[in-house]
T-cell receptor
Framework: GNSVTQMEGPVTLSEEAFLTINCTYT??????LFWYVQYPGEGLQLLLK?????DKGSNKGFEATYRKETTSFHLEKGSVQVSDSAVYFCALTVPGQNFVFGPGTRLSVLP | NAGVTQTPKFQVLKTGQSMTLQCAQDMNHEYMSWYRQDPGMGLRLIHYSVGAGITDQGEVPNGYNVSRSTTEDFPLRLLSAAPSQTSVYFC??????????????FGEGSWLTVV
């Protein structure tokens, strides 16, 4: 079946540090890949997505590249801020099947 | 621009009581779903629907009931609440079940405590 694996965390960084959250996937067919973010007390919001190999999704300084050869979609940001503290979920979808989410990675950014 | 709206935001129930979590979307999405989120467990799919009149079970359906009489609404019913159902519940919708680039949109969550 389809699955998503991501680093569990928590990840604690200082402000302006470089962020990487690893995500790998297993899927039948050709998935679309997503990163969602959940701020405290809120629902999940789409952060970025990519629909085919070598696509790069980007938003709010975050980036992730769809790597078919390594079945990965790692999230990166060059300089994190305190306001980036949240839980980040990697996810995939395949036509005709339910969305699949990773377990989430909690990020804490210290001033 | 409401998106996915859930009510109530917070609820405390006694064991054995029943209640309904309401969910409505205004994006004309065919696919709607309910998840529960528990510490260390991530998101788990309870029930989903691919259109009005069609529902199906997800990963953890026991103790919950759903119906889909309209495209817009997808209520989740707790039949006889148990402490194990204490959780945060999210309703979500998307254009279809899966699909290239198909984004899923979440409500703000309903915090349920069963005592």
């Amino acid at each position: 079946g389809n699955s998503v694996t991501q680093m569990e965390g928590p990840v604690t960084l200082s402000e302006e540090a470089f962020l990487t959250i690893n995500c790998t996937y297993t899927a039948t067919g050709y998935p679309s890949l997503f990163w969602y973010v959940q701020y405290p007390g809120e629902g999940l919001q789409l952060l970025l997505k990519a629909t085919k190999a070598d696509d790069k999704g980007s938003n709010k300084g975050f980036e992730a590249t769809y790597r078919k050869e390594t079945t990965s979609f790692h999230l990166e940001k060059g300089s994190v801020q305190v306001s980036d503290s949240a839980v980040y979920f990697c996810a995939l979808t395949v036509p005709g099947q339910n969305f699949v989410f990773g377990p989430g990675t909690r990020l804490s950014v210290l001033p | 621009n409401a998106g996915v709206t859930q009510t109530p935001k917070f609820q405390v129930l006694k064991t054995g009581q029943s209640m309904t979590l309401q969910c409505a979307q205004d994006m004309n999405h065919e696919y709607m779903s309910w998840y529960r989120q528990d510490p260390g467990m991530g998101l788990r799919l309870i029930h989903y629907s691919v259109g009005a009149g069609i529902t199906d079970q997800g990963e953890v359906p026991n103790g919950y009931n759903v119906s889909r009489s309209t495209t817009e609404d997808f209520p989740l019913r707790l039949l006889s609440a148990a402490p194990s159902q204490t959780s945060v519940y999210f309703c979500a919708s998307s254009y279809s079940r899966g699909g290239s680039g198909n984004t899923i949109y979440f409500g703000e969550g309903s915090w349920l405590t069963v005592v």
